[in-house]
Structures are given as C-alpha cells and as structure tokens.
C-alpha cells in the first residue's frame, strides 16, 4: 500500500477537528458538567462534525443508495444509525408505508425531522417514528414500532455506515435480524469493512484507535460483510434465503475505508 493512501486518512482526521473542536468547546465552556460525560461529548463532537461532513458522504454514496435502497425497501423501514435522515430521500413514497429512524444520538433528531418531512414521512400521520434507544435494543424496537403484539415489525432493515459504531455488533445483529425483521423480509447494508488485502488491513488496525475517538467509535478494521453472510439463528441455521454482497463501483483496492454493499433476505421460516 502506498504511503500517501496510507497517511490520507490525516487530511479527514485535520478536517474533523477544525469543523467540529471549536464548537463542541464552546458548549462544554456553556455547560462544564459535560466533562463529566465522556460519552455525551463524543455524541456532542460527532454531532457538530456531521453538519458538515453528512452531506459530503450522502452523496459520495449516492449512487450505491440509489441503486441499493430506492428499488428494494418497501413496507415499514427501519433505519439503523440513521445519523441525518439521509437514507428517508431514497425511499420509494409509493412503496414504503413508515420511515422508523433508529438514531441514540439526541442531537441528530431536528435534522432527521426536517429531511423526512420533506420527503413526506411525518410524525403526525405515523408515517415517521423516531428511536432512541440502540440498535442493539431489540426489545424496545419491537415494543415502540408494533406495540405489545411482539410481532417482528420490520421489512426492510437499512444500514448504512452504522455497524462500524455499533457496540457488540455480531450480537446486535443477530438480535436485530431475529428479533425485529419479518420472516421473509430484507436487510440493505452499505459498510466501510475490513480489507482483504494484508497491508490495508494492517494499516486499518493502525488508524482505528485514533480514528475512534474523533467519530463516535468508528472502527476501521471490522469484517461486517461476512459477519452478516454468516449470521445463524439459535439453531445455527443461516438466516438468509437470498444473499447478494458486492462492491463499490470504482473502488482503488488500496482505499482504507473499503466498501461492501448486500441485500440478504431472511428466511420465511
């Protein structure tokens, strides 16, 4: 791997810090109890940084979530890490009957609102729901979306650049897919991964340490792809009928943020 692809992961360590480190400052300045709360500086950091940086990557991946998202989620949606909503602006109106936005960061929600409403998804109508609480959380998923019938609500499950951050993500997965998405229903995944490449991972597992502590626990060096292809239910049964995983078009093979794409379906029984 070259050294410049190696070592370009400092111009978007120097940017992060000269969009979000001034402003996540002053607040701590207003309110200096959040020194107290590692984590809600961290929410608090990742949160002044997205205003800027959201937009950047929603549509350096457009075209992937056009192809990806657009013709595939139907019924309800559920948006794991929904960060700004960008993912409600792909969603097919005619197809999709209610935007759920999974995102533990408080602080995203005003932009969340503001992007689904503009695509027609509303709080008022039902059509949007907004969550809290971890993808992790099973439970109070299922609770908030379909009430006490403890049915599996969920058609079409999003992820995009969320498993990166997620804690315990085997686990979550695993929880999530069994627990929340319908017998026969569909997971869209988009997720920066582990290379196969030995001296591109070697360098991922170098960034990471650093790398997590400006973006919320982001981690480079995570094999979500095959984490997800493998996922098995209680009785080690794959969960998927239908698997399809590929690549980012144009992708160089030495980029440290490698990118895999997948629709699986979930067995019917």
């Given amino acids: 791997m070259k050294l410049s692809a190696a070592f370009s992961i400092l111009l978007d360590l120097r940017f992060a810090v000269h969009e979000a480190f001034l402003p996540t400052i002053l607040v701590i300045i207003r309110s200096p109890s959040l020194l107290l709360e590692p984590s809600a500086i961290s929410r608090l950091f990742m949160a002044k940084l997205w205003v800027t940086f959201g937009d950047g990557v929603d549509e350096n991946s457009r075209p992937v979530k056009e192809h990806l998202i657009t013709p595939n989620a139907y019924g309800v949606v559920l948006d794991i890490g929904a960060g700004h909503g960008h993912c409600v602006s792909y969603l ?45 959380d099973a439970a109070s998923i299922v609770s908030s979306i379909a009430g006490d019938t403890n049915q599996q609500p969920v058609d079409t499950l999003i992820s995009i650049l969320t498993l990166c951050t997620v804690p315990t993500p085997e686990r979550t997965l695993a929880s999530i897919v069994g627990n929340v998405l319908k017998p026969g229903g569909q997971l869209l995944f988009y997720e920066h991964v582990l290379s196969p490449k030995t001296d591109v991972a070697w360098w991922q597992r170098f960034w990471t340490p650093v790398w997590s502590l400006a973006f919320d626990g982001c981690k480079l060096d995570r094999p979500t792809h095959l984490w997800i292809e493998e996922l098995t239910d209680d009785q080690s049964e ?31 029984s």
Wanted: aromatic share 10%; charged share 25%; net charge negative.
């Fill in 92 to 136: 097919d109106k005619t197809r999709v009957t209610r935007y759920v936005a999974l995102e533990p960061n408080a602080l995203m929600h005003q932009h969340i609102r503001a992007v689904a409403n503009e695509a027609g998804f509303n709080e008022s109508d039902g059509t949007l729901l907004l969550l809290t609480c971890g993808a992790e």
């Fill in 238 to 268: 794959s969960f998927w009928s239908e698997q399809a995983t590929w690549g980012k078009d144009g992708e160089p093979e030495d980029n440290l943020f490698w990118h895999r794409v997948g629709r699986m379906v979930k067995r019917a």
